[in-house]
């Protein structure tokens, strides 16, 4: 059974950074293209990046620039680097194989001041 399990939320101050963690169980994570995805009280879960196979990346205009993903195949972990956050970027985030429906209960990132 595939699962998925983020890590790295916390509290932060404007300006600051953080690196959220999804670690995958399972092969099948180096077949896989990785989305993270967000979501805040009340709005729609909304695509953050994505990293396929042969670490292509793509990004949501609100974080480019700021935030990096990258895997690490042999640890079947995914990495968000956030930097420069903004008290926008708080939200709930997920990391999830989109291919296959598959999400993590997802970490808690919160920025204020």
């Known amino acids: 059974q595939v699962q998925l399990v983020e890590s790295g939320g916390g509290w932060v101050q404007p300006g600051e950074s953080l690196r959220l963690s999804c670690l995958v169980s399972?092969?099948?994570?180096?077949?896989?293209?990785l989305g993270w995805y967000r979501q805040a009280p009340g709005q729609q879960r909304e695509f953050v990046a994505r990293i396929s196979m042969g670490d292509k990346a793509d990004y949501a205009d609100s974080v480019k620039g700021r935030f990096t993903v990258s895997r690490d195949d042999a640890r079947n972990t995914a990495y968000l680097q956030m930097n420069s956050l903004k008290p926008e970027d708080t939200a709930t985030y997920y990391c999830?194989?989109?291919?296959?429906?598959?999400w993590g209960p997802g970490t808690q990132v919160t920025v204020s001041s």
């Open positions: 399972g092969s099948i994570f180096r077949i896989s293209a």
């Open positions: 999830g194989l989109e291919a296959l429906g598959l």
